[in-house]
């Protein structure tokens, strides 16, 4: 059988990881080598999920992929911030390599120090466009610049404490936050999606054409 390389560095981290003993620290070097984007992103959502099972896991890698794998989850309440830490390397005006504490705030916004090379300016530039609409005083539906590649067209949906991702595609639940979305509220934004699910994806469209 013919497989990609990724593939077989792939098994030897997924079998490192489930094989390793509770309270094992496990270091992983560019675990992003020969994978697919998607696969990546996938891969990230495994190791946080070896990570909350009693290993400690220490990632060294130069993935966009991951690195946004992270910033999804956190945005999504998939993975708690205070359960990562994450450190971007970068040379400072005296030509000196720096450690900067990164971390990510709600709708996995990046804070932090000498971040300017973790993107594009192009990017930065388009972070802060959000198109915005109200459903009544109850919800505030949003489309946001520069989402994840690896997620499929997606609108954010808020009301107070809850938070959730709906997808583009047939307005259903993609993705809850903490505060699990009780079956009225699913039924009020997927009904305020038929009515507008055209302009919602024209606004995605607007948004990502240029990414």
Not at 67 to 79: P, Q
Not at 86 to 92: K, L, S
Not at 108 to 117: A, E, F, P
Request: glycine share 8%; hydrophobic share 40%; proline share 3%.
């Amino acid at each position: 059988m013919n497989v990609g390389s990724g593939i077989s560095y792939l098994i030897s981290i997924i079998i490192t990881c489930l094989g390793a003993e509770k309270g094992a620290v496990i270091i992983i070097e560019n675990p992003e080598i020969h994978l697919h984007p998607r696969a990546q992103s996938r891969l990230c959502e495994f190791l946080y999920f070896v990570s909350r099972s009693g290993r400690q896991l220490f990632l060294e890698t130069h993935s966009d992929h991951i690195f946004n794998g992270i910033r999804a989850g956190v945005a999504t309440g998939e993975m708690e911030q205070e359960h990562i830490k994450v450190h971007f390397f970068a040379v400072n005006e005296q030509y000196e390599t720096q450690c900067n504490p990164i971390i990510f705030e709600k709708f996995g916004k990046i804070v932090g120090l000498n971040i300017d090379n973790i993107f594009t300016p192009h990017w930065w530039d388009k972070e802060a466009e959000i198109r915005t609409w109200r459903i009544g005083q109850k919800y505030m539906i949003e489309i946001r610049a520069n989402e994840f590649d690896f997620h499929p067209p997606h609108f954010h949906a808020s009301s107070n404490e809850f938070s959730a991702v709906f997808k583009l595609s047939d307005g259903k639940l993609y993705a809850g936050g903490k505060k699990r979305w009780h079956p009225q509220m699913i039924s009020e934004i997927e009904e305020w999606y038929r009515v507008h699910k055209e302009e919602l994806k024209e606004a995605w469209d607007n948004l990502h054409g240029n990414l």
